[in-house]
């Protein structure tokens, strides 16, 4: 977690631990949504505000901001339970998205620069090479969100982001969708991966062009079919 927890116990250590684990693996369920609001109101004499804060800045990352379709009134109702325990929301945004390095702005650049377009496919794709890393000093978790920014331009469903790891000699592979293309089952038939429908991920072992490659063949069997 980006923020940390002061003056908490061991038992309150575990609490959250359980809880942002809990709703990180299960999020969005309507069984777990209902479960985790019947537990706040259960527990709120134990959760005290850091606690919410680790708990709220969990659900802010696995909602994308409560942006993605599976974000429920549910959801909105458990934050406003955390918001009430004395979370502050503006200092978790800064905290989770104004928080980064200049290095990790040119990574960023690097990838939107290499984006492109599947032809006749509302797919976009970018690849990073293991020099474009190392030249822009990449750091663990730098690209964390970079395959969104498909996803922003008009008519585009699917964005996929390529990721070369030399020093495991495989390449990473993201997808994010929206709609009707669920990028779970291509990441699980061709790249070795899965996820949820609209956000996966799949590992190559093939070079990075060669993936490159597989994946224009992949993604056109796939929508096609």
Same mark, same amino acid.
């Given at each position: ?5 002061? *003056? ?14 809990? @709703? ?17 109101? /259960? ?38 339970? $955390? ?9 978790? @945004?800064?905290? /989770?998205? #104004? ?8 990574? =960023?650049?690097?990838? $939107?620069? #290499? ?9 976009? @794709?970018? =690849? ?15 690209? &964390? ?5 498909? /996803? ?8 996929? $982001? ?6 495991? *000699?495989?390449?990473? =592979? ?5 709609? &009707? ?10 790249? #070795? ?16 062009? &060669?993936? &490159?490659?597989?994946? $224009? ?9």
């Amino acid at each position: 977690m980006l923020l940390h927890i002061k *003056g908490s116990n061991k038992y309150n250590r575990k609490l959250v631990s359980r809880a942002t684990w809990w @709703y990180a693996e299960k999020v969005m369920s309507k069984r777990l949504m209902s479960g985790l609001k019947i537990d706040i109101n /259960l527990r709120k004499n134990l959760i005290d505000k850091d606690i919410a804060e680790c708990i709220y800045t969990g659900i802010v990352a696995d909602t994308g901001s409560f942006r993605f379709p599976s974000t429920s009134s549910n959801t909105l109702k458990i934050a406003s339970e $955390l918001i009430d325990l004395g979370v502050e929301i503006n200092q978790i @945004y800064q905290n /989770l998205f #104004n928080n980064f390095q200049f290095s990790r702005l040119k990574l =960023l650049g690097k990838t $939107l620069e #290499n984006f492109k377009k599947v032809k006749e496919l509302p797919v976009m @794709y970018s =690849l990073l090479s293991d020099e474009d890393q190392k030249i822009n000093n990449y750091k663990k978790g730098d690209t &964390e969100g970079f395959v969104n920014f498909g /996803l922003s331009i008009e008519g585009i469903l699917c964005s996929v $982001l390529m990721v070369e790891k030399k020093d495991e *000699g495989v390449v990473k =592979l993201s997808f994010r969708s929206k709609g &009707e293309i669920s990028v779970n089952d291509f990441a699980a038939n061709f790249f #070795n991966g899965g996820g949820h429908i609209h956000a996966a991920g799949g590992v190559s072992h093939l070079s990075l062009a &060669e993936t &490159e490659e597989k994946f $224009l063949k992949d993604i056109l069997t796939h929508i096609k079919s």
